[in-house]
């Protein structure tokens, strides 16, 4: 891999895309046909409702339609700008994730101390891919085009905004296919009117921020390679107003696809996290920073393979890597065999969330409920010496393994289902995760357990 060189871009594959005819149902009288025409209008109703993605009507994706949220005073003005300009009705291109969830979005763009317009749309006139414009204040309380580009592909798959060359605000959009399968990264840097891209790839899974401690803004792609399943990281720095591709790596053969990147750290160690998905179901691979190289971490010639301990099972998709604490150190979970009980089984598992920049990798310990999906710290020094069991569906208890005595009971209801006994420890949905604290637990437990609830996104 070169060291060193231009981000590149290769077209996707032309698309196909299925077409929903309607045909001429035969006339038949009786039970029979009105039955299956119920059934069939049930099963429509269905597919509009929980699988839109290849459902279009009237040219609107019906996701969005249902979606879609009153536009303010002040994007209702933009769309009507640029509805004058195009000279048909735009559709608007809602992001399917990411930072910004709307398609219409404000930012001063070119650092003139004034808010411009950036709008993803779709119109008839201008083909089946997403179009960007970016729309300037005239002055008299309206809008006005700028520039034009024409996107990617089909679908809007993220946006965010980032200071990457300092002094303004760059528009970085990722752009999909309609099963958001096939995705293309690109960064747009508007200056002089003018729309330029700074860099554009191909992408499974970015990340943008200062990953390795140089004070300027990185980015971080995972993509497919030109072998055959293989995968690659490569980062990208500012050079001038461009994204240069400083550094890449091969990413551990093991993984399929990459679903999402993490940067943690540990004091002045930095690192990313690659999480993907596996022929099992999902791990977590971690590279690092050394001497401002980027390596897979630990070394295999040294012992320790994270890679195989944070393997986890499709069941448990749920469970990645994650901030307990909010202090920018991401940790990976590494999950044990689950705790059977009479009352449920493969409900309850243990985790050791791990961070292995630090001396001491293992930085957590507690039992994950996969069924509720969140997770309760427990000192480390119970880690060989309890016993978990299910006393209902909602009711979970910790025992020491010695004298069976009762450590620790966790509930999930209704704060006035607790009956005074019980401390709130986290809110989950509409009910509460509370804690019981029994004799054999000290106050100095008690209180690392009622703080280390957390509930996992």
């Known amino acids: 891999m070169q060291n060193r060189s231009r981000c590149g871009f290769a077209e996707a594959a032309a698309r196909r895309h299925a077409v929903l005819k309607n045909g001429d149902l035969p006339r038949r009288e009786g039970l029979v046909l009105r039955n299956r025409m119920r059934l069939c209008a049930a099963l429509l109703c269905c597919v509009l409702l929980c699988s839109c993605d290849g459902i279009v009507l009237g040219g609107k994706n019906v996701e969005e339609l249902l979606r879609a949220p009153r536009p303010s005073e002040r994007q209702s003005a933009v769309q009507t700008a640029l509805n004058a300009y195009l000279g048909e009705t735009l559709q608007l291109k809602y992001p399917r994730g990411g930072a910004e969830p709307d398609p219409v979005i404000f930012a001063d763009l070119d650092g003139d101390g004034a808010e411009e317009a950036a709008v993803l749309y779709t119109a008839e006139s201008k083909g089946q891919n997403v179009h960007l414009s970016v729309l300037e204040q005239d002055g008299s309380g309206g809008w006005s085009i700028a520039y034009e580009v024409m996107g990617l592909s089909t679908e809007v798959a993220e946006v965010e905004l980032a200071e990457v060359f300092g002094g303004s605000t760059q528009l970085v959009v990722g752009y999909a296919n309609a099963n958001l399968v096939d995705k293309y990264l690109e960064v747009y840097d508007y200056r002089d009117v003018t729309i330029y891209s700074a860099c554009k790839q191909p992408y499974d899974a970015y990340l943008l921020g200062d990953l390795t401690g140089s004070g300027r803004t990185e980015l971080a792609v995972a993509a497919a390679t030109s072998e055959p399943g ?198 989950l949905a509409e009910k509460k995760v509370l804690v019981y604290f029994g004799e054999s637990c000290t106050a100095v437990q008690a209180n690392l357990i009622r703080r280390g609830v957390a509930v996992l996104g």
């Open 230 to 427: 293989g995968l690659s990281l490569q980062l990208f720095v500012p050079d001038g107003r461009a994204m240069t591709a400083a550094q890449g790596v091969e990413l551990d053969e093991r993984l399929e696809k990459c679903t999402a990147l993490y940067a943690t750290r540990c004091g002045a160690a930095r690192g990313l996290i690659v999480d993907g998905s596996v022929s099992s179901g999902a791990a977590s691979q971690l590279l690092c920073w050394e001497d401002g190289v980027l390596f897979p971490y630990p070394d295999k010639e040294e012992g320790g393979d994270v890679f195989a301990r944070s393997q986890r099972s499709r069941t448990l998709s749920a469970l990645g890597p994650q901030d307990l604490l909010g202090t920018g150190e991401v940790l990976i979970p590494e999950v044990g065999a689950s705790i059977a009980t009479l009352q449920s089984a493969r409900r309850f598992y243990p985790v050791e969330w791990m961070n292995y920049l630090c001396e001491q990798p293992l930085q957590q310990f507690g039992v994950y409920d996969a069924d509720h999906n969140y997770f309760v710290r427990l000192p480390t020094e119970w880690q060989d010496n309890m016993t978990v069991s299910a006393q209902s569906e909602s009711d979970w208890q910790i025992r020491s393994k010695e004298d069976n005595s009762l450590l620790c009971a966790v509930r999930v209801a209704d704060r006035a289902a607790a009956n005074g006994t019980y401390t709130q420890a986290a809110q």
